[in-house]
């Protein structure tokens, strides 16, 4: 929400002289530690709580610009510190003009400001219009003391809303304590003549300012003062967002640094809050260093870098803001930190999308009636669905379900530890033997490895069980042979498309249903990078029938070679009915050794 639409802030702190225009609904400030960002949101503050911290009141000596204050000195002129804004008429009241301005002017003689306002309008309406908003600051050290301020919030916002019937839950309350408190009550009035009963104060402030979130973790409930500060922090914009939902006044926040105590994941979330669900219904204002944040962008998004600089000459740096308009522009400010917003921004994208896909696979494991056996894509899955009704016409013990690539496939397997399990149903996952699903495999680094290293039990309890696709023996042959005649390491990849007979697989190319690739691999030294072709290295000491182990399978003709494959007779899919096999033994066993 659109309040204010300008900012001038002259000679507070290392403000000399600041101006932001054309502000949106939620306005970042990028800059170097002691750059002067908090000074803005300080001085927003001053200007509409005549404070500058939370709960410090304006000290006219401490808070003048020391640059004005020697030029003052100098000329003999009159020190003041103004801060004017330009509202919007966001409430379309048909007293107020579109836009117009109020400023307030602070000398050293008096704590309350002076006030100037557009000519037109009445000071009984700016006064009106002032009192309909609420500032909120939030500093970048989020103590006790600060929740205890936002919780009084929370007590204004119920006690106004007529509907949380906060009193006469309180009078109810009061009624049953003196009920239960009525032989003391009477003892003291038989003592000191006194009609004495318990009651409940006027202002609730005290009690909510004492109360706490208690939060669930695992089995047991904690407080929120005992959980870490990154929690309780991710507990700030709720509060606020509540209050001002149930206002009937609008809001303005200035939050310092959000990032504070957050992992990135969560930056990136909070960010994407503020932006999309929490800046509707307030006007929002941030500090950062951190790329989640000075990322936020977009028509209701406005960034400015603030920098310190010599002004006019003079010895004293004065702060000072410049709009920015693109993210590159953002990563130039804020020194080492641009190195990793893009692969910080990348990692968090990848997060988010792992997150996404076990949720999904595991609901698929709640509803399921059949063992689960994950594959690393949806072309496994049609090529095993089609082995197991070939091989295993009356007999269908499992289902098939792809996680979209060996990497979430390991996430799920991961999370499957946290999965709560009604049923007893074993989920398996099936990784490719190659490169890329082997290094996942290993990565199951603290899961027991039985049936000769071929199965690794990730959770005995829920049998929750990893396996790869099993090396043909021609494969680990070849693979022997080659590595002596080139003094290597070269490893065969079995993708499930390389599980079937060679045969098969050469009417495959044949028939263009399989397209083959050579590997190029890029090898770096100190000072250079070199590109090795291994299928030319490798092709020459490898039999004609298996030359396709030289080769990678290019991605686009997996869909066309499952497609091929179901066209096959049942006999083109013994070479997979050990993997099902080992598949139904473990769908079937109570358990695993």
């Known amino acids: 929400m659109k309040v204010i639409n300008k900012i001038e802030i002259n000679y507070f702190r290392s403000a000399y002289s600041i101006t932001l225009t054309d502000l949106s609904d939620i306005t970042t400030l990028i800059g170097e530690n002691d750059s002067g960002k908090s000074n803005i949101l300080k001085a927003l503050n001053l200007f509409f709580n005549n404070e500058t911290e939370l709960g410090t009141a304006f000290n006219f000596t401490n808070d003048i610009s020391r640059t004005r204050e020697k030029e003052a000195k100098k000329q003999k002129g009159r020190m003041t510190v103004w801060v004017k804004i330009t509202f919007n008429n966001f409430k379309e ?9 109020v400023k307030k002017v602070w000398t050293r003689y008096s704590q309350t400001p002076d006030m100037k306002h557009t000519d037109e309008i009445s000071r009984t309406t700016i006064g009106k219009f002032l ?26 916002a119920l006690i106004d809303d007529e509907k949380a019937g906060i009193s006469d839950s309180s009078g109810a309350l009061m009624g049953k304590i003196n009920e239960s408190t009525e032989s003391m009550a009477e003892k003291i009035q038989t003592a000191l003549g006194i009609e004495s009963t318990i009651d409940v104060p006027k202002d609730l402030r005290i ?3 004492a109360l706490d979130f208690t939060t669930k973790h695992n089995d047991f409930f904690i407080p929120l003062q005992k959980r870490g500060d990154g929690l309780q922090t991710r507990h700030i914009p709720y509060i606020l967002d509540f209050v001002a939902r149930r206002s009937k006044v609008h809001h303005i926040w200035a939050y310092e640094e959000p990032e504070n105590s957050l992992e990135i994941s969560k930056a990136y ?48 740096k004065s702060s000072h803001v410049a709009p920015i308009s693109s993210r590159n522009e953002a990563d130039s400010f804020v020194g080492t930190a641009a190195f990793i917003a893009a692969r910080t921004k990348s990692l968090v994208n990848e997060h988010a999308e ?50 979209n690539c060996a990497t979430k496939l390991l996430s799920y397997l991961q999370a499957c530890d946290h999965i709560t399990k009604s049923n007893n149903i074993p989920t398996i996952g099936i990784f490719d033997n190659d490169n890329e699903g082997r290094q996942a495999y290993d990565k199951l680094k603290y899961a027991k490895t ?50 079937f007979p060679r045969d098969v697989i050469a009417r495959a190319i044949k028939e263009k249903a399989l397209v083959l690739r050579q590997i190029v691999k890029d090898i770096r030294d100190r000072e250079s990078k070199l590109s090795i072709n291994f299928t030319e290295k490798i092709s020459p000491h490898i039999h004609p029938d298996y030359k396709f182990l030289a080769y990678d399978i290019d991605s686009a003709s997996k869909i066309t070679f499952a497609d091929w494959l179901c066209k096959q007779p049942p006999k083109a899919f013994q070479s997979v ?6 598949i139904k033994a473990l769908s079937q066993s109570e358990t695993v050794e």
């Open 577 to 582: 009915y050990p993997l099902l096999k080992k």
């Open 207 to 209: 009690l909510f300012s």
């Open 269 to 316: 979330d909070l960010a994407l809050q503020l932006k999309d669900e929490f800046s509707q219904e307030n006007q929002i204002f941030i500090t950062t260093h951190s790329p989640a944040f000075y990322d936020i962008s977009g028509e209701k998004a406005k960034r400015f870098h603030v920098y310190q600089h010599d002004r006019g000459g003079m010895t004293d």
């Open 93 to 101: 009241w048909r007293s107020l003009p579109d836009s117009f301005y």
């Open 450 to 499: 039985v049936s000769g290293g071929d199965i690794k039990v990730i959770n005995k309890v829920k049998k929750v069980y990893a396996m790869l696709i099993p090396m043909p023996d021609e494969a680990k042959e070849i693979q022997n042979k080659v590595n002596k005649k080139i003094d290597g390491s070269f490893s065969v990849s079995i993708p499930i498309e390389f599980l």
């Open 354 to 403: 792992l997150k996404e896909s076990n949720a999904k696979l595991a609901q698929q494991l709640r509803d399921s009636t059949l063992t689960q056996v994950v594959v690393e894509g949806p072309t496994d899955k049609i090529i095993l669905d089609k082995a197991l009704a070939a091989l295993f016409p009356r007999d269908h013990f499992c289902e098939f379900v792809p996680a």
């Open 131 to 156: 009192n309909s908003i609420r500032f909120h600051y939030i500093p970048p050290v989020r103590s006790r003391e600060i929740f205890s301020c936002y919780l009084n919030l929370l007590h204004d």
